[in-house]
T-cell receptor
């Protein structure tokens, strides 16, 4: 158990809908990262937040957005869902804004199925 | 653009045999990560290689990093069925003033199947 908690574990929804994925980082970690794992694209970095502020952006679609709250949990919002958004979405966390020694801990993931 | 290539992607090997997974990356990076993923599960950190020449070993797995060749290897000794999983290597961008961004670029993964 990495200490990173993600909910829901599974989610099935229809095209055009909007969903929110939630992540609680490990105790004491200030950075949260979101990754998407799909059959087509593999594992891709989406976005990073540190202590409530966006710090880095990867291949995140405009239909997706994220935020990190004062209690450090983060939410990834996916809207106008398409079939291709079906994927496993991982949250990871680390202590600082940067990885000094490579410590990045992944949650169990949220599996999104868009029908 | 930073790219990471793993090979082979779908090896099948027999128990008791040795095997090596290769990870090439396209630009300068001093950090190389190896993760293991079981089907439908999270990513388990195996090794973090932080410098040229780094070698780490845990049980039947040994990882090494050659930053000059931009190559890392994950060597499996006397494979057992429990090692069947998908193995990912990943790199990230090292910042000039130390540390890295944590925005890892992953390879496609090597889905290892160890047969009795």
């Amino acid at each position: 158990d990495s200490g990173v908690t993600q909910t829901p574990k599974h989610l099935i929804t229809a095209t055009g809908q909007r969903v929110t994925l939630r992540c609680s980082p490990r105790s004491g970690d200030l950075s949260v990262y979101w990754y998407q794992q799909s059959l087509d694209q593999g594992l891709q970095f989406l976005i990073q937040y540190y202590n409530g502020e966006e710090r880095a952006k990867g291949n995140i679609l405009e239909r997706f957005s994220a935020q990190q709250f004062p209690d450090l949990h983060s939410e990834l919002n996916l809207s106008s869902l398409e079939l291709g958004d079906s994927a496993l979405y991982f949250c990871a966390s680390s202590v600082g804004i940067r990885l000094l020694h490579g410590e990045l801990f992944f949650g169990e993931g949220s599996r999104l199925t868009v029908l | 653009e930073l790219k990471v290539e793993q090979n082979p992607l779908f090896p099948s090997m027999q128990e008791g045999k040795n095997y090596t997974i290769y990870c090439n990356y396209s630009t300068t990076s001093d950090r190389l990560y190896w993760y293991r993923q079981d089907p439908g599960k999270s990513l388990e950190s195996l090794f973090v290689l932080l410098s040229n020449g780094a070698v780490k070993q845990e049980g039947r797995l040994m990882a090494s990093l050659d930053t000059k060749a931009r190559l890392s290897t994950l060597h499996i000794t006397a494979a057992v069925h429990d090692l069947s999983a998908t193995y990912f290597c990943a790199v990230d961008r090292v910042l000039n003033y130390g540390g890295s961004q944590g925005n890892l670029i992953f390879g496609k993964g090597t889905k290892l199947s160890v047969k009795p």
